[in-house]
T-cell receptor, first 115, second 115 residues
Framework: ETGVTQTPRHLVMGMTNKKSLKCEQH?????MYWYKQSAKKPLELMFV???????ENNSVPSRFSPECPNSSHLFLHLHTLQPEDSALYLC??????????????FGPGTRLTVL | AQSVTQPDIHITVSEGASLELRCNYS??????LFWYVQSPGQGLQLLLK??????LVQGIKGFEAEFKRSQSSFNLRKPSVHWSDAAEYFC?????????????FGRGTSLIVHP
């Protein structure tokens, strides 16, 4: 595997289900991100992990729970979701530089449908 | 706070024609600027980036962008569009904040290519 992978690619769940999205990066990066992409809305940054520490949490509802057990893996645990949570969830990684920035590498996304 | 504006929601061009996608940003200093492309069902892929130096940057797939500080713009161009360029294009601004790379994305421009 190369780059950033996400599983599953598609997920359909009921509002009472619990599921998890998985992201794995094979690039040796030290930062990982979760984004939500809804139709006709800008890309929404949800969570950022830098060196496995959460550094950003953009007022995301508690029904979304991230986990970063190591620098290569990122999870998004889902429970009691709402239909408006249906979206494409994108994972990204980057290599943070001291005093500088670097581009993000994105996974293909998980298309989530909440019934 | 920084912001990114992509004024065109949709752009339609004929194959072989030239292309320019607009991006304007709001930020107090020179930001880090990126253009990403997203094909249907895929994650975002970096086309090019500007950090400093030459204001005309070359990217992949024959794209280029020019940073114009006086206009706070970073427009994407391609001299001859191919049908495979049909996709969603995102401009992003990436200032350094709190030691982490927290980018701001524009809403995207959908490129339609007519044969």
């Amino acid at each position: 595997e190369t780059g950033v992978t996400q599983t599953p690619r598609h997920l359909v769940m009921g509002m009472t289900n619990k599921k998890s999205l998985k992201c794995e990066q094979h690039l040796g990066h030290n930062a990982m991100y979760w984004y939500k992409q809804s139709a006709k809305k800008p890309l929404e940054l949800m969570f950022v992990y830098s060196l496995e520490e959460r550094v950003e949490n953009n007022s995301v509802p508690s029904r979304f729970s991230p986990e970063c057990p190591n620098s290569s893996h990122l999870f998004l645990h889902l429970h009691t979701l709402q239909p408006e949570d249906s979206a494409l969830y994108l994972c990204a990684s980057s290599q943070e530089l001291a005093g500088g920035l670097n581009e993000q590498f994105f996974g293909p996304g998980t298309r989530l449908t909440v019934l | 706070a920084q912001s990114v504006t992509q004024p065109d929601i949709h752009i339609t061009v004929s194959e072989g024609a030239s292309l320019e996608l607009r991006c304007n940003y709001s930020y107090g200093a020179t930001p880090y600027l990126f253009w990403y492309v997203q094909s249907p069902g895929q994650g975002l892929q970096l086309l090019l980036k500007y950090f400093s130096g030459d204001t005309l940057v070359q990217g992949i797939k024959g794209f280029e962008a020019e940073f114009k500080r006086s206009q706070s713009s970073f427009n994407l161009r391609k001299p001859s569009v191919h049908w495979s360029d049909a996709a969603e294009y995102f401009c992003a601004v990436g200032p350094l904040r709190g030691g982490s790379y927290i980018p701001t994305f524009g809403r995207g421009t959908s490129l339609i290519v007519h044969p």
